[in-house]
């Protein structure tokens, strides 16, 4: 191994959100951060070394996103995605959400129907409301002991003024990595129905040993022309400060109306910084990200185990990829009111309420496995003390 994960990264007092924030969000400090999906590590040396070497030049004036940049996009998706997306079909956003956003604007209409399928990033609901559309929600499905897509429920939605669908691939916060036939039964029906798929493939990197991801627009002609895909290096190789994240529009038309959007809002330019974080990402650091993928694998097969052994009213499904996982705690009988307040206040561990997912998530908790593996193993056990604690008074 090159690299060590397993070197405990102080993040308080980084002006980190994960850690800074914990007084404001959870009403005191002394907790352990596993709720915001970034990780507890630091970017991959290549990209540390690119930025001084940056900031070495000293001009950090208005920067240009070079062709070579482009070429890195691309190439990633190809070599590690198997997509020949095309460079002309590459462009940016600051950020995965104000990409959703951006799309909303171009290809929707205030008063129109958005479908997620709950529970999902709480982002996508505020983003839809936001804009002035309708949040539809098409919930997944539980089909033999996991969560799926429920196509039919998805069919009976499509109306001409509701057929643009927010895909999260793979899934926050059910860690499901969407297998080709999933995806290709819904090409089928996009098509069929004349869907347009916004496609958040933000954790499309992050997936273990026994799944894969597939990119929607992937599988055929027809889906590249009706879907927008974001990708980004932030969650990939813990640059989210970047800023810097990716759309993929292979369609001329579609693409016009989004670069329409970004520009009007005086958008469209990254940050010099950002740039030099992002090529080196995609041009250098694949051996780096085999290794994260490794450790994060290790932590997933270690959160799997305790939460079986020694959480045994609680229920988790096997996660296939991301490193935010799902956990069901209604077995222990709590609301999600009282579950926050057993985390935070009896485990002293900062979670994300699963309520904020969506009606589904009452009783549910996300935890962000992003951290190495001391501080793992020191919030479960701290979960499974309270837990404990608590069945036995
Ligand atoms: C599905 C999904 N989309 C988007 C984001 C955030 O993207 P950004 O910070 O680039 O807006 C996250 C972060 O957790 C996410 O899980």
Redesign the pocket.
């Known amino acids: 191994m090159k690299y060590d994960f397993d070197v405990h990264m102080e993040r308080r007092g980084t002006n980190c959100e994960k850690w800074d924030l914990l007084e404001k969000e959870f009403g005191r400090k002394d907790l352990l951060a596993l709720w915001v999906?970034d990780m507890d590590f630091p970017a991959p040396p290549e990209v540390l070394e690119a930025l001084r070497k940056k900031i070495d030049e000293g001009a950090l004036g208005y920067p240009v996103a070079p062709d070579s940049l482009v070429r890195a996009v691309a190439g990633w998706q190809r070599t590690r995605h198997g997509w020949d997306v095309g460079e002309d079909a590459v462009t940016w956003a600051p950020?995965?959400?104000?990409g959703l956003a951006f799309s909303l604007m171009a290809y929707t209409k205030p008063g129109d129907g958005v479908i997620i399928q709950t529970p999902v990033?709480p982002?996508f609901y505020a983003t839809i409301k936001e804009a002035g559309r309708r949040v539809v929600k098409n919930p997944l499905k539980r089909e033999d002991d996991r969560y799926v897509m429920d196509l039919e429920g998805l069919e009976k939605l499509i109306t001409p003024t509701c057929r643009t669908l927010i895909l999260?691939s793979p899934h926050?916060p059910v860690a499901r990595v969407w297998a080709k036939e999933e995806l290709e039964a819904l090409a089928e029906l996009a098509v069929r129905k004349n869907m347009l798929i916004i496609s958040?493939e933000?954790?499309q990197d992050i997936v273990y040993s026994d799944a894969k991801h597939t990119c929607i627009a992937s599988l055929s002609d027809e889906m590249a022309s009706r879907t927008v895909t974001f990708v980004?290096p932030?969650?990939t190789f813990n640059i989210?400060g970047m800023n810097t994240?990716v759309a993929l529009i292979p369609d001329e038309k579609l693409m016009a109306r989004y670069v329409s959007v970004v520009n009007r809002l005086h958008l469209g330019s990254l940050s010099i910084l950002g740039i030099t974080a992002m090529e080196t990402a995609y041009s250098k650091c694949a051996g780096w990200l085999d290794e994260l993928t490794a450790y994060l694998e290790g932590n997933r097969d270690f959160t799997e185990k305790f939460v079986r052994e020694r959480m045994p009213k609680a229920r988790m499904d096997h996660p296939e990829g991301t490193y935010?996982f799902w956990i069901d705690f209604r077995g222990y009988g709590f609301d999600s009111e009282r579950l926050m307040d057993l985390l935070v206040n009896e485990a002293k561990v900062a979670l994300n309420n699963g309520r904020n997912f969506g009606t589904e998530g009452e009783g549910f908790a996300r935890i962000n496995i992003g951290t190495d593996r001391a501080v793992l193993r020191e919030a479960l056990e701290n979960i499974a003390g309270a837990l404990e604690a608590r069945s036995n008074r």
């Open positions: 999906a950020g995965v959400v104000a990033y982002p999260c926050n958040d933000i954790h980004a932030s969650k989210a994240s935010v």
